[in-house]
């Protein structure tokens, strides 16, 4: 009797195990490439095998740091797209560039299942609020927090560290042409009061200098948070030393963009290289322009990144393995017009 | 205090004192300028170059362009905080014309020309018909003009890839950038405006005593009117130049960097320019937006460190401000 | 002598009745409003802007800033307009957070002592307003600029990335303590506004610091003492805003120097205007600003549950701020008629 229960079991499980095995090779989860069909242009890799069946209804939750920016804008597109395609609910809310704190309770009466964040300053508070109410917590770009398990995006410092490289490659270069034997400075420009900057342009300045055997001298930091703006920054720079060559990364696309601008107003272009962190329409529409010292964008694909933090999410709701998000790309003026044109199309003229 | 002089003496000698005395703080911040200016030349590597002066010059020409506009408006004691919506709106404004209708460059500038006008009329109306007092009014337009900037552009920055209008700005006649030739010639015709014309005459007395302006026949609210339509002019201007040299429209939340009305206060501020209207002059502002660029620009050719240069400046801004209330007293 | 309130030159029996109507309407014109905009957001979103959760979110947004409005009202009143506070606050947050969290001194200790510094930099905002004669806004615009630079320099000697930590316990638990299920804020702020309201109303103190933002030289005439009236109300807006500063950062876990960048409608200034306090002194009612904090809040969450989009809310914002400044200045010309 025992053993025939038991031979009957066995049975069961193996026919069960059996049909999982089928049903995975075929019908119940995603593959990679029904995720790059769904995804669209962006074509996303997929970070997750996630069920076409979901054990429950999921809940999602996130707060858009500033969808007027155009890279959060794109995030929120992937995100809402991602949600639409798995067919969960979520929900999103914008802090407009405000704090998080008082927004997640807001957040909380929605009784989602799942939340996340991007916010430098408070994203700590808000995972130790998560975990008050004993809901997962997986944020946004922002690295580890001993409030939560799960880590997702690009850490600014990685982030700053990758641009880095690029900038390398291209500085590399002209040190072994046009700017033999010139006297090199890394240019750091960012905003001191805002904490993602301070990490994300930091790495970069910390692996530069690195590679090049720069002294601290040769390093210089441009700070938003004094009150001056980039452009005049750069122009005193510029002139502090006339003879010199830059390699410059901002936080930010556009605080990059400006100076750049600046030094061709003051007649300097052929002696800065710029690499920006970011990379959505407007870096791209300038690179396009083939400007001689832009040399290119590390980018981040903030719609893929967005899709990827809704399929984590659920992954981590289901209980099933995810992948860390790595579809960051460095764009040169190489490939932007193949990448131009696979993103927006032909670019108008 | 008084003890062993005869009196007589003692008035005399105070007398000199402080004629001398408010000789220097009438012209301090002349003084502080050509001060700086020297300590910089022997400290600042590279301070007294060509290419520094015109670098200089370039940097305040955004917020000294502004200033020309604010300071006008300020001396009809008026306040106006409409600056960063402006910016915004006008920015859009010039980069959806421009780049995406493909409206030609001199046209967008004129239409600019008459946005800016209506901006100018949205405060006025606030301030002259609502009754409002001028910095609630102006934030309050502000706020208008921020959000339909960000509703015009939809929610995002609109890239400027047509190379028109930086080649423009970025031309230089004589050898100097067209920013400083804008700036100068702001502050030349704010100059001959304010000393010899009558709307000048008009602004100063307007901002001096309203009341009695308005019962001498002067047309107050029209000579208002006429100070916040400059002052958006001239906002709309810098809002162009920051466009150019960003490549972007300038969208709210976003340009951390870009015109910033606390330092338009500072420089007005430091020109001298009463909250309280009907004093002030135009070129000593000009004078003051210069001493802050100077003084940014030579701490970082000095290599300062950027928290040292912050604690500076506001301590420059702190006794500033003190020298003034000293010199308005005496 | 003194009169707390201004009273109606004409007798409101003498009154024809729509002119009476259209000034009840006027004078309660935000709570009006702020029932309206409840009802909307409830329509709306009934289950889940209705909800309990719900109503302690919006309280808690409103201690936030409501107790620094609170403070500011009264140095609105006395005809002070105080432009430091975001930067005292972040300087005395950071100075907190110095001692609490890189010194590891004990809670008390570090904040009584961070309080202090901040009623040392209104101290010095009402020297510069009282002794050097300097207007409010010019004195304290500068004072701001100076705090910034201190609370960078502070940082940034102490931390490589833009913050200082503050997750030493027992701040957080104490700052998010719960009464009776209420948030200990929220009656907190409560008690605040009571306060000032007795205050302001019924004490001679109240009374003085009307008549001074009213009309500054017969204050003076009538024996008020002035400064240290200024002194006071300076004082007590740069504790509040510090206070909050050291609140927001306790919740937040970290302190820093950044300005929020978002929201037309930021800052106590802006708060209290929108209430309907005036600017030129004299004027305003602390329960009119409680109410407009209260609104504002309700409008921050109500428009996030609905996720009303970036530039929509934007426009929302500005106009109703244009829209409560006409129905204010309306109303102060009935009312002066």
Known sequence: MFIKRFMHLLFVSSMLLASAGVLAQDATTYTADEIKEASGVEQCSQLAELPKEFSEDWKLAFINPNKAQSFWGQVSVGMNAAAEFYGVEFVEMDSAGGPDVELFETLLLNQPDVVGTHNAVDYEAVAARALDENIPYIGFDNGQTEYSPYV??????????????????????????????RELFFLEFTHNGIPACVDR?????????????????????????????????????????????????PCWDGLGIAPYNAAVEAGREADIMLVTLGGDKPP????????????????????????????????????VRFAPYQARRAVTQADIEQRYAELYGAPSS | MANSDTLEYRNRRTDDAQRLLRLALDNWLYAATILLCIFFAF????????????????????????????????????????????????????????????????????????????????????????????????????????????????GQQIAITKPELQNALFERPLGIPVSIWVLFLCYLLGYVMLNHTRLGAHIYATGSNYSAARLSGIPVKRVIRIALIIAATTTSLAAVLATARANLSLLYGVTIGGVNLADVFTAALLGGISLRGGVGKIERNLVAVL???????????????????????????????????????? | MLRTQPQPLVRPTNTPLPRAVLKFLLNNGLLIALVI???????????????????????????????????????????????????????????????????????????????????????????????????????????????????????????????????????????????????????????????????????????HLYALGGNPQAARLNGIQDKRLVRFALMFTAMSAGFTAIMIAGRGLSAGAATPVGGVLGGPLVAAIFSGVGLSGGSGRIERTLIGVIFLAVLTSGMSILNVSPFARSMIEGLAFVFAILIDSVRQRIETR
């Not at chain 1, 590679?211 to 004094?226: G, K, M, V």
């Not at chain 2, 001199?106 to 606030?126: C, D, E, N, R």
């Not at chain 3, 008690?191 to 009374?207: F, K, P, Q, S």
Request: proline letters at 3%.
């Open chain 1, 152 to 181: 997702y995006g690009i850490p600014n410092g990685i982030a700053g560290e990758a641009g880095a490289e690029l900038l390398i490659e291209g500085v590399q270069a002209r040190l072994d042409t046009d700017w033999k034997d």
């Open chain 1, 201 to 249: 342009t930091g790495a970069a300045a910390t692996a530069f200098k690195e590679h090049f055997e720069l002294d601290d001298e040769h390093i210089i930091q441009l700070d938003l948070a004094t009150g001056a703006t980039e452009i005049e920054m750069m122009l005193s720079t510029l002139t502090a030393h006339p003879d010199a060559v830059f390699a410059m990364i």
């Open chain 1, 284 to 319: 791209a529409d300038l690179l396009l322009t083939k400007p001689q010292g832009y040399y290119g964008y590390i980018e981040f694909q903030p719609y893929c990144e967005g899709w990827g933090w809704i399929e984590s999410a659920l992954a981590i709701a289901e209980g």
């Open chain 2, 43 to 154: 400290r600042a590597p590279n301070f007294l170059t060509v290419d520094n002066v015109i670098n200089t010059l370039v940097s305040s020409s955004i917020t000294g362009i502004v200033t020309a506009g604010f300071t006008i408006v300020l001396l009809t004691g008026t306040i106006d905080a409409s600056t960063s919506g402006i910016t915004a709106l006008a920015s859009v404004l010039c980069a959806v014309m421009f780049q995406q209708w493909g409206v030609p460059l001199p046209l967008t500038l004129l239409l600019l020309m008459v946005a800016s006008i209506l901006m100018g009329l949205v405060s006025s109306f606030l301030i002259i018909e609502g009754r409002i007092y001028s910095l609630i009014a102006t934030l309050g337009s502000s706020g208008v003009f921020l959000g339909l900037s960000v509703g015009l552009a939809a």
């Open chain 2, 291 to 330: 001493f802050l660029s100077i003084l940014s620009n030579g701490l970082q050719l000095m290599g300062t460190a950027p928290a040292v240069w912050l604690v500076i400046k506001g301590l420059a801004f702190v006794g500033a401000v003190i020298i003034d209330a000293v010199r308005q007293r005496l």
């Open chain 3, 37 to 207: 905009e409840i009802a909307i957001f409830a329509t709306a979103s009934p289950e889940i802007f209705l909800s309990t959760g719900n109503l302690f979110t919006v309280l808690r947004i409103s201690a936030t800033t409501g107790i620094t409005v609170a403070f500011y009202t009264i140095a609105l009143i006395a005809g002070q307009i105080d432009l430091s506070t975001a930067q005292v606050g972040a300087v005395t947050a950071v100075i907190f957070a110095w001692m609490f969290a890189i010194l590891e001194w004990p809670l008390e200790l570090s904040f009584v002592l961070a309080m202090a510094f901040a009623a040392l930099l209104g101290l010095i905002n009402s020297w510069l307003v009282i002794r050097v004669k300097i207007p409010s806004l010019i004195a304290t615009l500068a004072l701001g600029t100076l705090c910034y630079g201190l609370a960078i320099s502070v940082i940034q000697s102490n931390s490589t990335t833009g913050l200082i930590r503050l997750n030493r316990p027992p701040l957080r638990d104490i700052i998010n303590t719960e009464i009776v299920g209420i948030p200990a804020t929220v009656i907190l702020m409560f008690a605040v506004y009571t306060i000032i309201y007795i205050l302001l109303n019924h004490t001679r103190l109240g009374a």
